[in-house]
């Protein structure tokens, strides 16, 4: 009875990978992104918003970043070890990614993170406001209002070097499917308003390990596991994101040394990230 019981258990993994991807390819993108040029003259860097619900893992997916390309655990983005109900990022605050002594060409923008609760994280207003660069780094979000043009901190007339090219949402594949409504909503409202001005969007899902067993025993199995596929394409209905600009990923959390399967996610997300980003700042104007 025991082994019909098993044998009848539907296969959690796919026999071919619903997404190509080159496991190996970890050196080539670390260089094409170490080498990277922007297209625009003006602009020194590229900025790139990173939002969304709290205990994502928006830090650490920064601090993962740093880490592919330093090649050993990097925590500048300082990261809240607790669980808390409470976003541990308080004040925006710019990220640079480092490659030995290079500085490369672009800048993630740390974010208070999102609640439900109209009155608790960060507001949509104020993500709004940071993507088109009205806010300036180290403001301290307020949870009960957002920034508004009479605030010393509002950045009236922000140039091409204020302004956010991407917005990046990041999720967490183990809980979001079961997020609060209102924090959908909030997402959605973003959505449609970057979408207004052309800002392109990109969502990194994170704890795909925690998510899925078949991934947590081989990160190589992210694209053949049913489950992971599923939640994509769920999160890509819900929020309208569609399925070419999400990614998997998985942040370093309890690792001591970097990791290849690790980096080569993190790096092919960030690859998407830098080209949309720039391909918008090609056809940029000033709001």
Known sequence: MESEKSSSSPNPELKEPWRKF??????????????FCLSHDEVND??????GPIGAGKSSFINSLDSTFLGRISSRALVNSTASDHSFTKNLKGFSIRSGEKTLPF????IMGLEPDAFKGSQTEDIISAVYGHVTDGYKFNEEEPLNFKDKQFNQN?????????????LPADVFQYADNRLIDKLRII???IS?????QVIVMTKMDEACPLVQKDLRKMYTSKKIKEKMEWCSAKLGVPMTNIFPVKNYHNEIDTDDNIDVLLLKALEQIIQLADDRLLG????
């Open 46 to 51: 590229i900025k790139i918003l990173v939002a």
């Open 22 to 35: 080159d496991w190996g390819q970890k050196e080539d993108l670390k260089k094409k992104l170490e080498n």
């Open 196 to 200: 207004d001005k052309g800002i392109p």
């Open 191 to 193: 959505r449609k308003r």
């Open 107 to 110: 800048i993630f923008k740390d």
């Open 284 to 287: 940029s104007y000033s709001y």
């Open 158 to 170: 922000p140039n091409l070097s204020d302004q956010c090219f991407c917005l990046v949402y990041v």
